[in-house]
DNA sequence: CGATCCCGCCACATT
DNA sequence: AATGTGGCGGGATCG
């Protein structure tokens, strides 16, 4: 047999793949030769030489009998013709059977023959399924890999995957111990909970979107949320146990993306995932930027663990054919039900808990908590890598950072599912785009990092009106002005309906316009702060926030509340005319209907800002770690009128566990919309235009909302999604000062999402501090026509009426030099310069006159003591501390 | 030409 | 410092 392998393998690639084959080889080899005529025999069977056998080959060689010769003979490994006599036989019998040409085929290892699935098939077949439970088996990765004939670090990646399904754990260096699959459906049952919290929300919004959209995604939430909140929390808070551990660091993407991807499997109802949805939704951190790459990386690593759950006969491969064509997608054929419970078995079975609690003592040493000191985190991770911000709620170790990663993975994720969403109006607005006379939604267009493949082609043509205007523009990198320029384009058509209104600037303008208020739905922000409070409520929130914008799209109605100047009305109308149009369908889609209104009765006040369309708008979760509490809060307030009284004025910060709760909830119906604010230089703050992105800095932004109104600053209101998806948040003013940034966020300009929740979940990003100000542009800062600024509803009625006088359809600014701030994140904080903070915010606060918003203020006070972290978050925003 | 994904450099972690 | 891990992405191969 050997000599099978060996002929074969030599020939073929006398590079690598003979290791295995030979070592069986050395040590048969001369033992072999007597034997040959037996094998002749076999190999005949086996199918001999054509390249499928050797495939064939391979994997009987995986098949248990081999393996046991192999074990036996492993020592050996592969030293590739260290026996001569054997080659030569192995030849000679190749050339016999074959001939020549066979052996280059032969040679020519063919990927497939080295692919990570039939590693992994091979792998597989050396440990049974379901091993005696007395047994353990102990697996060794130097002796795998020399048997298996790879590096050591193919095998990485195999068992990487296998543990994030427990059927393998870490027992010690270099050492795994072999569990099988006894609790693959507890791990798979726990996966499915805490997939549910996480993503059931995002999934069933795709699948809806794609169909009914906007009808199945509100009922789907309902039912799925309420369902989920109460367990789930439970399930998350475990997840949370274990990320502490695991927070220790890297713990990353494989053995984390692993589950989530299996998550999406298992939340979904037809069981079937694209990939590139799978990417976007597991790009967890937001970025966005030229993303292009960074989807590219995150695609590879799926077809990594794709490959490994396929030879786990869990997934296969399959296509599914949408609007643009055929894409990539795996089928998920693995056990759907899990009747065993999760709970109780979890003690026991050392490897069922997928997301062992946190002390679960229990658990057999082999398994997570038996690696115990080594790495906690892999094991830890089950629910991802930040898991540990779940830390349960009870468990209060750590409460900040858990929670914030919670948060920020929930944001992430509900960026990209915004992106996504993005993306396909994206490109069916680019269709539409082609046709000249029609304009793209300006919302569509940026996400570049999203959509790579799409957007491209568009920009380009719009691109070079617009940039000449933009020109100050610099976005930071190519990013920026690549998504720029989609997006510049798109807006500039749309504002005007037509790209010439604005020439100069693709985006609207609001001419001397001080302040831009962007709302977004902030709501996640806000939940975490009060998160610390309760765990539980985090998760519910988590859930709540999930349930309500998966993807965060664009809102149409954007408010601007601002005093614009006359351009800004011009624009204003066609802007929002196409912004509304195009925007529409989409987002009609996405959103839940539900979410808004609520939001708007409460926020009712708010004039003409908030009554309008804001409620189409997405919710973009983009609210960073921290922000995500402060959103969450202040979403919540404006949102629930009942405890809005209290929230508003006391701020939730105050009132984390009962607040949360019900913010949790509110959020959930009402998406909070991701606030930006974005401040001229004329504002009288010298020179500082900023852009809040509501999910950086919740708190901050709902404060600042409401206090504008008071400022009686020109406010622009964007919805979040919007602003997500224009590139133009970076504006030029951004551009100088986000370049400086390394967040791909920012580049991603494209989708402003991304870079937004890229800005918040990384510490929080300063734009351009005093951004370009000067813009020429000023005169007519541009906002994105589409978006409708999402009325703010948090925004106080004074506000929105101020406001409310200007919408801004378009979410972007381009014109303007705009500083962005990210809103750090509560734990981030130690980024943003404090001393700063203060002064900004009292100039944006102060000027403000006033309005309901002094309960803000004083919340947000109320908020610092309590937190220095929410504080500081809040005072971020206003001064926000430059990266 | 896009979809896959092997391969192995290299950074970071652990010993 | 040596060795273990594993992120990452260039670029080759497949379809």
């Keep these: 047999e050997n000599i099978f392998d060996r002929s074969r393998m030599a020939p073929k690639t006398p590079i690598k793949n003979e290791p295995v084959d030979l070592s069986k080889q050395k040590g048969c080899t001369p033992e072999r030769n007597p034997i040959t005529p037996v094998k002749l025999v076999d190999r005949p069977q086996p199918d001999p030489w054509t390249p499928t056998a050797n495939l064939k080959m391979l994997v009987s060689a995986a098949s248990p009998d081999m393996r046991d010769r192999e074990k036996k003979k492993e020592l050996f490994r592969p030293i590739e013709n260290s026996e001569q006599s054997d080659t030569p036989d192995s030849l000679q019998y190749d050339m016999v059977d074959d001939s020549t040409v066979d052996e280059f085929e032969k040679q020519r290892p063919s990927r497939k023959q080295k692919s990570l699935g ?10 049974p399924s379901y091993p005696l439970s007395t047994e353990k088996t102990t697996i060794s990765l130097d002796e795998v890999a020399s048997i298996l004939g790879v590096e050591r670090r ?28 006894h609790n693959l459906s507890q791990t798979l049952k726990t996966l499915q909970e805490a997939g549910e919290l996480q993503y059931g929300e995002l999934m069933t919004f795709f699948q809806h979107k794609e169909q009914d959209l906007e009808y199945k995604l509100g009922e789907r939430k309902k039912e799925s949320i309420p369902d989920s909140q109460d367990r789930p929390l439970l399930d998350f808070s475990e997840p949370d146990c274990t990320s502490a551990s695991a927070n220790s660091r890297k713990d990353k993407s494989l053995r984390i993306m692993s589950q989530k991807f299996v998550m999406l499997f298992l939340v979904s109802k037809t069981k079937i995932v694209t990939l590139d949805i799978a990417a976007k939704i597991l790009i967890e951190e937001t970025q966005d930027t030229v993303d292009h790459s960074k989807f590219k990386t995150k695609v590879r690593r799926l077809y990594d663990i794709a490959n490994v759950l396929t030879s786990l006969g869990l997934i296969k491969k399959v296509h599914v054919t949408e609007e643009r064509g055929r894409k990539p997608a795996f089928k998920w054929i693995g056990p759907v039900e899990f009747p065993g419970k999760t709970d109780e078995p979890r003690g026991h079975s050392p490897t069922s808990d997928p997301l062992p609690g946190p002390q679960r003592g229990v658990c057999a040493p082999h398994q997570i908590c038996a690696a115990g000191k080594q790495r906690f985190t892999r094991h830890a991770s089950f629910n991802g890598a930040q898991p540990s911000e779940g830390t349960r709620r009870k468990v209060s170790s750590e409460p900040n950072s858990p929670r914030q990663e ?138 709540a926030q999930a349930a309500v914008p998966p993807a965060a799209c664009q809102k149409r109605s954007s408010r601007k509340c601002a005093s614009p100047s006359a ?74 009128s009942q405890e809005q009284e209290k929230q508003s004025q006391n701020k939730d910060p105050d009132e984390p566990s009962l607040g949360k709760e019900h913010i949790s909830k509110e959020n959930a119906n009402q998406p909070f919309l991701p606030q930006y604010l974005y401040v001229q230089p004329t504002a009288g703050l010298s020179s500082f235009n900023f852009l809040f992105s509501a999910n950086q800095a919740p708190g901050a932004i709902s404060l600042a909302a409401s206090q504008l109104p008071s400022l009686s600053v020109p406010c622009v209101v964007v919805p979040s999604a919007a602003l997500a998806s224009f590139p133009l948040v970076c504006s030029p003013t951004i551009t100088s000062p986000l370049s400086p940034v390394p967040d791909g966020s920012f580049s991603t300009a494209a989708s402003m999402n991304f870079s937004m929740s890229g800005l918040a979940s990384t510490t929080p990003v300063f734009i351009g501090s005093t951004a370009v100000v000067t813009p020429k542009v000023s005169p007519v800062p541009s906002v994105d026509p589409q978006q409708p600024a999402h009325p ?92």
């Design 118 to 127: 039939l590693l992994c098939q091979k792998f597989l077949a050396r440990y």
């Design 406 to 543: 919670r948060q920020d993975e929930y944001c992430s994720k509900m960026i990209n599912l915004a992106a996504v969403c993005r993306q396909k109006i994206e490109e069916d607005t680019r269709w539409v785009a082609r046709n000249p006379s029609i304009t793209s939604p300006l919302s569509l267009l940026p996400v570049p990092g999203d959509s790579d493949f799409c957007v491209n082609p568009l920009p380009q043509a719009v691109f070079p009106v617009v940039q000449a205007d933009v020109p100050s523009l610099s976005l930071p990198n190519g990013i920026s002005s690549q998504a720029l320029h989609p997006s510049t384009p798109a807006a500039s058509k749309t504002e005007n309906g037509k790209p010439t209104l604005l020439p100069n600037q693709p985006f609207l303008c609001f001419p001397s316009s001080s302040l831009f208020m962007l709302c977004g739905g902030l709501q996640e922000n806000n939940l975490r702060e009060t998160l610390p409070t309760t765990g539980d409520m985090g998760n519910r929130r988590a859930e």
């Design 154 to 181: 193919r095998i990485y990646d195999i068992v990487n995957v296998l543990e994030s399904l427990h059927l393998v754990s870490r027992v010690a260096k270099n050492q795994y111990c072999w569990h099988g699959r």
């Design 567 to 640: 351009p800004v009305d011009d624009e204003e109308p066609a802007a929002k005319k196409q912004t509304m149009e195009q925007s529409d369908v989409p987002l009609s889609l996405v959103v839940p209907k539900k979410l808004f209104e609520s939001p708007k009765a409460e926020s009712g006040p708010g004039s003409g800002c908030t009554s309008a369309e804001h409620l189409e708008a997405f919710h973009l979760h983009l609210a960073s770690p921290a922000a995500p509490e402060a959103a969450d809060k202040e979403s919540t307030k404006p949102l629930d």
């Design 792 to 883: 703010a509803l948090h925004l106080s009625p004074v506000l929105a009426r101020s406001c409310g006088a200007v919408k801004l359809d378009s979410p972007v600014c381009m014109g303007h030099p705009v500083t962005l701030l990210k809103l750090q994140q509560p734990s981030s904080t130690p980024l943003t310069p404090k001393s700063i903070r203060p002064a900004r915010h009292e100039a944006f606060f102060k000027t403000p006159g006033s309005l309901g918003d002094p309960v803000a203020w004083k919340k947000n006070e109320g908020n610092q003591t309590r937190n220095a972290s929410s504080v500081q978050r809040r005072l971020e925003i206003s001064s926000t501390s430059p990266d």
